[in-house]
């Protein structure tokens, strides 16, 4: 009798064990694949195990739960892209500003956008008018002020930066991020510069999410009539980003492709021909781009998750599901709405907050 409820008081821990640990083993990422999660395989449809009285139900695995790799190389630039991604540069680049985009072809939602170095910006609005008044051809005093001198005052005077430089290179490159907000400081990156957790809208009015990051950079100083006009640089200016409720299965992915960027020798020659003291603190090596991967997924490790569960939620009414969890995987799936009414099983159960946070291993459908 005593061996039996043994038996029976393990299986309920281990039950529990399953439970707890919320978002099962679909979370997180690790190896050179964050893309091959566990689960179902794509078009999987479970079916009852032998025994089992739980109905078959129709699962449609997550466009991140197939994601593969390939190499990417320009001559200049080395990297890991998802299969079937496009690298786009602008037509007019440099070796000390390199700038890139890494996007799904399909949908330019989903995206990286990657510049070495960005120059030309004022330290206050003061500064910014009489430097125009004095240089009115100069490209400088066409820049935004960064005042103060942070990531987060970057970013909120990005879609000015964005539209100088678009003008600049005659070419329609650098997006923009219209009711850009920042949701949350992540914490200095290896660089310097902060990283950001922020929330803006596509031109459908789409709500979308991203990781921001810029390492802003005061090169010095030269005084004209009591006004500092020498120029503020910022270096390594990355945003990732995809539509608000499918970050969370994104960007694992995108940070192991930020991880793999290499430059090539070939890059390294032209960049070392061009730079200067002002360029003195871009260090262009991959162990740079390791180190700030490892600190972004770190930081977006411990992030709130009052933000995730808001958001979520609010995703899963306007968009008709419900989220439930595999309590023999943990897995977590967005049903459709109802799916809880007419399932009999126990297998399936309506997620706990907590759970918002994890990343989605795919959709119950009709």
């Known amino acids: 009798m005593k061996k039996r409820q043994f038996r029976c008081a393990l299986a309920l821990l281990l039950l529990l064990t399953i439970v707890l640990t919320g978002c099962g083993s679909s979370g997180g990422y690790s190896g050179s694949n964050p893309g091959s999660t566990p689960g179902n395989t794509p078009g999987n449809t479970p079916g009852t195990p ?17 994601i593969t790799y390939e190499a990417y190389d320009n001559g200049y ?19 000390s500003g390199y700038t890139f985009q890494l996007y799904n072809p399909n949908d330019k939602d989903y995206m990286i956008q990657f510049c070495l170095a960005m120059s030309g910006f004022l330290k206050s609005e003061e500064s910014k008018e009489l430097y125009a008044a004095l240089y ?4 400088w005093g066409q820049m935004p002020a960064i005042d103060p001198q942070t990531t987060e005052q970057y970013y909120r005077v990005w879609n000015e930066s964005a539209a100088v430089g678009n003008q600049m290179i005659n070419q329609e490159f650098f997006v923009t991020l219209p009711e850009f907000e920042i949701i949350e400081n992540l914490g200095q990156t290896p660089l310097g510069g902060d990283m950001l957790r922020g929330s803006f809208v596509n031109d ?34 990355i945003m990732m980003y995809a539509p608000d409720a499918e970050f969370v299965n994104w960007q694992p992915i995108y940070d ?12 390294m020659i032209g960049f070392n021909s061009e730079q200067n003291t002002q360029l003195a603190s871009v260090q262009a090596n991959a162990k ?14 411990r992030r709130s998750s009052s933000y995730d569960i808001i958001s979520q939620k609010r995703s899963d009414a306007t968009l008709g599901y419900e989220r439930v969890y595999d309590v023999e995987t943990g897995d977590v ?34």
């Open 77 to 95: 630039l080395r990297m890991q892209i998802p299969k079937g991604w496009t690298v786009e540069t602008p037509k007019t680049n440099t070796f």
């Open 256 to 267: 192991y492709c930020l991880s793999t960027i290499e430059f090539t020798d070939a890059f």
């Open 288 to 301: 740079i781009y390791n180190e700030m991967s490892d600190m972004i997924m770190d930081s977006w490790n």
């Open 333 to 366: 799936y967005r049903a459709y709405n109802g799916f809880m009414d007419s399932y009999s099983g126990t297998r399936y159960q309506s997620v706990t907050d907590d759970m918002y946070t994890c990343v989605i291993s795919g959709y119950i459908e009709k």
């Open 136 to 139: 009115s051809a100069a490209a």
């Open 204 to 237: 459908r009015g789409e709500p979308m999410q991203g990781l921001f990051t810029t390492t802003v950079v005061d090169v010095g100083s030269f005084y004209v009539y009591g006004y500092d006009l020498a120029p503020l640089n910022t270096y390594h200016n």
């Open 50 to 66: 032998a025994g089992s009285k739980d109905p078959v139900i129709r699962i449609v695995p997550a466009s991140t739960s197939g």
